[in-house]
């Protein structure tokens, strides 16, 4: 009896978006192509699609798998075939399907589909929708698949008890205290759009506590709940109206981004919500009194995490290395691209499960008409249970957030309970920015680290463009053929066929801020130089020079691929413009510093730099680029056959960019190589 439920609450993670309804009001002689047309518009609102659609299957054909703690629920077949689907329902049987979850044969139905929401639905609206599912959906002839439910819940008998308990099947009634708009929300969030199927805690049979506002019970109503790992946020005067409007029409905004099967929810549900109705749930929503102990944590001004916080800790660190790239250290994120972590409601939520959740496993953004490309954030389950919590702990903890602590047995517990695959293991040890924190030398190879990661800004004189160390050398040096610096310090002093002579770490450092910064170099005895030579030699370990360095470089690629610089200018702007703008310029903040740097122009690396070179710049690009485009550790990273990689590196590299005065010094002995740019 509780299994569909529980499946319930699994599906109901596609939370809001099950948030519209068309006209409630409209009369039953509509014409029937536009009544067709509002049932497929009320087939969206309730994510008919999302949850009767198997993956790579026909629309509406059923097949699904939602596997729950009581065995495995398949959806149905939905379409208007006569033998597999509901094409021979009659309206009273599709409506008593959808007010008392009664199936055409007499049987229960699991309340995997949420009548309990549905049965406030208008007779308007349910014609509607029965109209469109018989006339507007192509018929499949698809026999259902058999659930396994184990023993008692795979006998319905017992869901007639539970209906008798807790279904209320009437219809919506508008309250006339209240405005039409806020009318309208209310039908919206608590039929169709069933909200309180996640975001509201269950009683002992796994019943919603409340289905609305109203009664005793009505404190209750979207105060959140956790479900399948996920945790449901309170929707209860949550954000500003404008801000949950735009969430469920793009799927983020200023305060967060959908994940989960939210992003679902967004790309098959709602974004096809007009915007009345958007408004009108947006109305309602924000009108809901805060319950006192459901912890609505209202926006506030971000603070800048202070420095002992972000570099002193383990934490802090460990947000540095890997999320700071997307997220920044300020925690703001990237509007359209990236969301932010302070002032987010999820992230600072009493219950931690879903920032663990997604940190585990990792997030793709939703596509819609508006966000056309998905970004997607790698799992970061490689990292220890320790790691996790302590850069977590920070997240929830800095710039202005108000989340508690979370301890390794919390990630522990939810890394049990989402049963990711293992790591695949890897030759390339990452090194890690707080291991530094147990060094003697710590305070010298955190600021090396620095140096690398916000060079512009701490070296101003030396750096003659707007790149940082950390453009070539991502996360300081430490992804795997992003020019990592593991090791590196082992193959110095050597000889450099570009100078022509043997040459020390030093002297390719300083080659570095004279190229790729446009610079000038630093005196080779700097408390600057010393640092970064310092942090770059903490990672060499016990490598030799005699021996190969896994991840070395920036990977190999195929030299005899010719360059189709067509193809590459499609492809710049396919993939590369998003970050690095149409014209090459980079992506800035408001505040005028570089998120993303510029790719050519006078702001970018100079013709002597070796990311200049065609080949070098595709095999950074294939292995690198673009970022947040898979869910590859560590950025997400990749996704460019060879072919396109040295396509648009050859576009990219022969843009207009700063000359090299030294270059006619350059290869003094032979050897240039072939796609050097002079």
Known sequence: MACGFKFLGYVGTLLLALLTNPAFAAPLNTQPDEQVRRGEYLAHMGDCIACHTAKEGKLMAGGLEFNTPFGVV?????????????????????????????????????????????????????????????????????????????????????????????????????????????????????????????????????????????????????????????????????????EIAKFLKVGHNSHAAAYGTMSEVVHFSTQHFSDSDLAAIAEYLSALPPNAESNVIKPKAVALAPDNELYKTRGGLGYVQFCSTCHHVDGRGMDHFFPPLANNSSVQSKDPTSVIHVVLSGWKSAKTEQAKRAFGMPGYSGLSDQELAEIITFVRTQWGNQGDPVSPEEIKKVRAEIALKPVEPSKFAVPRFA????????????????????????????????????????????????????????????????????????DRVNGCLRRSMNGKPLDKDSREMLAMIAYMDNMKGNTRADEPIPGRGVGKIDKSITPNVDNGKKIYKDQCAVCHGDKGEGMKQADGSYVFPPLWGDQSFNIGAGIARTYTAAAFVKNNMPISNTLSFPLGQGGLTDQEAVDVAQYFTHMPRPDFADKRKDWPKGGKPADARY
């Open 435 to 506: 291991a530094m924190l147990s060094s003697p030398d710590a305070d010298q190879l955190i600021y090396g680290m620095r140096l690398m990661t916000d060079t512009k800004a701490l070296l101003p004189k030396n750096v003659g463009d707007v790149l940082v160390c950390n453009s070539c050398h991502l996360n300081g040096g430490t992804m795997e053929h992003a020019a990592p610096y593991v090791g590196l310090s082992a193959l110095f002093p050597s000889y450099a066929p570009r100078a022509g002579k043997i040459i020390d770490f030093k």
């Open 74 to 242: 398949h959806s149905t077949n939905i379409t208007p075939d006569i033998k597999t689907g509901i094409g021979s329902y009659s309206f009273e049987q599709f409506e008593r399907a959808m007010r008392k979850g009664i199936a055409a044969d007499g049987h229960n139905l699991y309340p995997a589909m949420p009548y309990p929401s549905f049965a406030k639905t208008s007779a308007s609206d349910m014609h509607a929708l029965y109209a469109y599912l018989m006339h507007g959906v192509e018929p499949v002839s698809q026999p259902n698949k058999e659930n396994d439910m184990q023993w008692p819940f795979n006998i319905r008998l017992g869901l007639k008890f539970w209906n008798l308990a807790f279904l209320d099947d009437a219809p919506f009634k508008a309250d006339p205290a209240k405005s039409p708009l806020w009318n309208r929300g209310a039908y919206i969030v608590q039929g169709l759009g069933h909200c309180g199927s996640c975001h509201t805690p269950r009683g002992i049979a796994m019943q919603e506590k409340a289905m609305s506002q109203d009664g005793d019970a009505g404190q209750y109503y979207l105060t959140g709940s956790t479900i399948e790992a996920w945790h449901a946020v309170n929707l209860r005067n949550h954000w500003e109206k404008s």
